[in-house]
């Protein structure tokens, strides 16, 4: 319980007018301002009560509702105040009488919102009191899932023009052995099994069924790379967490199975692919934070070499040639047993560099540099291609689309 800056404000036109009037005046009329100011508080202490409104799961980067309501018979003289968390914005965050905000949560996890404050004013302003409303809140901040299930609703109505949703037949040998069979005359060359038609005495064949799931394994480097920032509010890792997403949601609505696997310098957790593991692959990288470590991509490699032939995405960032020297060792042995896509986000400030036009010495230098560190990427990118992965580099805005459309081309002409 205070007094209000209107309080202040008639003291010093008290004081002006006890230069003109008795001092007997002055003081009744500062004791009027006691008593009114006593009164006006009590009223203020009032018990107020507020309801607040908010939803308990939010997506990263996704706005979503607040909103607060005040019991109280005289609304106008409330002030709402709703404190802000690290890593969430909300606007407005202060209304009078009631709050509708836009909250926005930057960063995965859990997110705990303060107690709402609300500020009680008197009838004549002059006292004010302050309750503090029930409880926090608990907030589960999901990755992008509204882009991923965007995309997945396009994939079901056939609105995501890629190559993959083409009905084009099914393509290649198949993957999956059936059985062996007499030769045929159309039948490929490749299907010939040499051993069986030396025991037979004649040409026989392997049929192959053409897998209708596959394995989609996502490797998520953790390690300090992916530390680097995009921007102020979101890093490497939170982009790639976001495309993880998305293709685990597109792998469970085309009826593969999908796992996940985060590394640095040890392996920080594994989920086997299994039907319909979108949810669960989103679970286990929900709250994974980068580490000051070096990446061991030979270990992620040897944790997936094992098994059917599977889509490997290896999620991490091509910085430069010293960096990626045991990617690029590593990525031959993974290459020869399951189709490799090596995926990174690009840098909005060296795209930013090359696109503005240069006003100092400074800006031509930093252009310069930038000419370099993305030729560095050209190079890594062109020697992990030649080892046998396909690399794929985007926006952050689109890295998870990118990634689906290499999936779907991949799937399509039968290379899983």
Request: with cysteine; glycine share 6%.
């Amino acid at each position: 319980m205070t007094p209000t800056a209107r309080v202040a404000y008639v003291v010093l036109v008290l004081a002006l007018v006890a230069l003109a009037v008795p001092g007997a005046v002055s003081f009744t009329l500062l004791a009027l301002l006691a008593i009114a100011t006593a009164v006006d508080v009590a009223i203020a202490h009032h018990r107020v009560r507020v309801r607040r409104t908010v939803p308990r799961i939010l997506a990263r980067g996704i706005p979503a509702s607040l909103s607060v309501e005040a019991d109280a018979d005289a609304p106008g003289r409330i002030e709402i105040r709703q404190a802000q968390p690290a890593d969430v914005t909300i606007e407005p965050s202060v209304g009078h009488g009631s709050l509708a905000a836009r909250l926005v949560a930057h960063r995965r996890g859990e997110a705990v919102l303060p107690p709402v404050t609300a500020r009680c004013r008197g009838p004549l302003g002059l006292g004010r009191c302050t309750f503090v409303g029930e409880g926090e809140a608990h907030l589960l901040v999901y990755p992008d899932v509204v882009a991923a299930q965007r995309v997945v609703v396009a994939l079901r109505r056939g609105q995501f023009r890629d190559p993959g949703l083409r009905a084009r037949g099914p393509l290649g040998l198949g993957t999956d052995f059936e059985a062996i069979r007499d030769y045929l005359p159309d039948d490929d060359v490749r299907q010939i099994n040499w051993t069986a038609s030396e025991r037979a005495g004649r040409p026989m064949s392997n049929v192959y069924r053409i897998e209708q799931d596959r394995d989609v394994v996502c490797l998520l480097d953790v390690g300090r790379l992916m530390s680097a920032p995009l921007d102020h509010r979101s890093t490497r890792l939170d982009v790639a967490i976001d495309a993880v997403t998305m293709v685990a949601l597109v792998a469970d609505e085309l009826g593969d199975r999908c796992g996940v696997t985060a590394f640095d310098a040890d392996i920080r957790g594994q989920l086997r692919p299994r039907r319909n593991g979108g949810r669960r692959v989103v679970r286990a990288i929900l709250e994974m934070e980068p580490k000051a470590v070096d990446s061991d991509y030979d270990l992620a490699f040897r944790s997936v070499t094992g098994g059917k032939r599977s889509l490997i995405l290896v999620f991490t960032d091509l910085v430069d040639a010293a960096a990626a020297r045991s990617l690029i060792a590593s990525v031959p042995v993974l290459a020869r047993r399951h189709a490799v896509i090596v995926a990174s986000v690009r840098d909005p400030d060296l795209d930013g560099a090359l696109r503005r036009e240069p006003a100092s010495t400074s800006d031509v230098y930093a252009s310069a540099v930038a000419i370099d560190v993305l030729d560095e990427r050209r190079r890594i990118a062109t020697r992990l291609e030649h080892a046998g992965a396909r690399v794929v580099e985007a926006p952050a805005a689109v890295l998870g689309e990118a990634c689906v459309r290499a999936y779907l081309r991949l799937k399509a002409r039968a290379r899983l």
